[in-house]
């Protein structure tokens, strides 16, 4: 049986559409199975999983956007596909001179203005809810120091300490000796400064990265909804060991998190902060 050329072109358009959602779907599920919680995953090629409603909402944002540019790529590729199969030389000898249609200009003009309407729409919606800070349950100040982090809980008895890359413990250049610990499904309000140079207080998993700049008092807040261990780094570059300043968030239940306060106060108030180290001496 002798197939016409558009028959060919929509069947090969069939294939080339099935085979990138095979695809897709294998990636999903492969990236499913890898995926660890709060931390990078081998092979991962998405976004971390989510850990807070901010990071919820991202992610959702991020899908929407995906498929969107994936149908306007395909959409295009037929386009191109159809004009290059009926409109060549041979296909087409005698070109149409046409040079408006009315509904044509229309549609490309419309289409492209709503689509970038339900772009911007959920756009400031996230935007939104990322600024406005909620009522916190509690508030912890995050200070970026040449090269590691140091919290204060000014709400549970203003102790500070220091947190420090461990070259001992995995994940390797990600875990600390002090990390920072939250209780479960709170509003925790993160203040931002820095004692040096400009750093970045980003935790993926929560959907969160905002400048601690000298001087200067920023915020930005998360809702841990899974206990477990986050980490992040930071995002500015600082110095030469930028690269190991990690940050580490711990996230317990209520009961333990107000043993750990309790803990906390003793063993900050004994010995003060934990000792200065270069961070880039510890990774090696």
Same mark, same amino acid.
């Given at each position: 049986?002798?197939?016409?050329?558009?028959?060919?072109?929509?069947?090969?358009?069939?294939?080339?559409?099935?085979?990138?959602?095979?695809?897709?779907?294998?990636?999903?599920?492969?990236?499913?199975?890898?995926?660890?919680?709060?931390?990078?995953?081998?092979?991962?090629?998405?976004?971390?999983?989510?850990?807070?409603?901010?990071?919820?909402?991202?992610?959702?944002?991020?899908?929407?956007?995906?498929?969107?540019?994936?149908?306007?790529?395909?959409?295009?590729?037929?386009?191109?596909?159809?004009?290059?199969?009926?409109?060549?030389?041979?296909?087409?000898?005698?070109?149409?001179?046409?040079?408006?249609?009315?509904?044509?200009?229309?549609?490309?003009?419309?289409?492209?203005?709503?689509?970038?309407?339900?772009?911007?729409?959920?756009?400031?919606?996230?935007?939104?809810?990322?600024?406005?800070?909620?009522?916190?349950?509690?508030?912890?100040?995050? /200070?970026?120091?040449?090269?590691?982090?140091?919290?204060? #809980?000014?709400?549970? +008895?203003?102790? !500070? %300490?220091? &947190?420090?890359? $461990?070259?001992?413990?995995?994940?390797?250049?990600?875990?600390?000796?002090?990390?920072?610990?939250?209780?479960?499904?709170?509003?925790?309000?993160?203040?931002?400064?820095?004692?040096?140079?400009?750093?970045?207080?980003?935790?993926?998993?929560?959907?969160?990265?905002?400048?601690?700049?000298?001087?200067?008092?920023?915020?930005?807040?998360?809702?841990?909804?899974?206990?477990?261990?986050?980490?992040?780094?930071?995002?500015?570059?600082?110095?030469?060991?930028?690269?190991?300043?990690?940050?580490?968030?711990?996230?317990?239940?209520?009961?333990?998190? /107000?043993?750990?306060?309790?803990?906390?106060?003793?063993? #900050?108030?004994?010995? +003060?902060?934990? !000792? %200065?180290? &270069?961070?880039? $001496?510890?990774?090696?």
């Amino acid at each position: 049986m002798k197939l016409s050329m558009g028959q060919i072109v929509r069947r090969a358009l069939g294939l080339a559409l099935g085979l990138a959602v095979v695809a897709a779907g294998g990636m999903l599920f492969a990236g499913s199975a890898l995926a660890e919680l709060g931390q990078p995953a081998v092979w991962e090629y998405k976004l971390q999983e989510s850990g807070s409603p901010v990071m919820d909402q991202i992610t959702g944002f991020h899908n929407f956007l995906l498929w969107l540019i994936t149908i306007i790529v395909l959409f295009v590729l037929a386009l191109l596909i159809i004009v290059m199969v009926k409109f060549n030389a041979k296909s087409n000898p005698t070109p149409s001179r046409t040079t408006h249609n009315t509904l044509i200009e229309v549609v490309w003009t419309i289409v492209p203005v709503l689509i970038l309407v339900a772009v911007a729409v959920p756009s400031f919606r996230l935007l939104f809810l990322e600024l406005d800070v909620p009522k916190a349950d509690i508030t912890i100040k995050a /200070t970026g120091k040449q090269w590691y982090w140091s919290y204060a #809980y000014p709400d549970n +008895g203003k102790f !500070e %300490f220091d &947190s420090l890359m $461990a070259a001992d413990k995995q994940p390797r250049l990600l875990a600390v000796d002090n990390e920072m610990v939250v209780p479960v499904n709170k509003v925790i309000r993160v203040q931002t400064t820095g004692a040096d140079v400009i750093h970045s207080f980003a935790i993926p998993a929560f959907g969160i990265k905002i400048d601690a700049i000298p001087g200067r008092l920023n915020e930005t807040w998360f809702k841990a909804t899974k206990t477990g261990w986050y980490y992040g780094q930071c995002s500015e570059l600082c110095g030469k060991d930028h690269a190991f300043m990690p940050i580490a968030v711990h996230v317990v239940t209520d009961q333990e998190f /107000t043993a750990w306060v309790g803990d906390a106060k003793k063993k #900050y108030a004994a010995s +003060g902060t934990s !000792e %200065f180290a &270069s961070a880039g $001496a510890a990774a090696q």
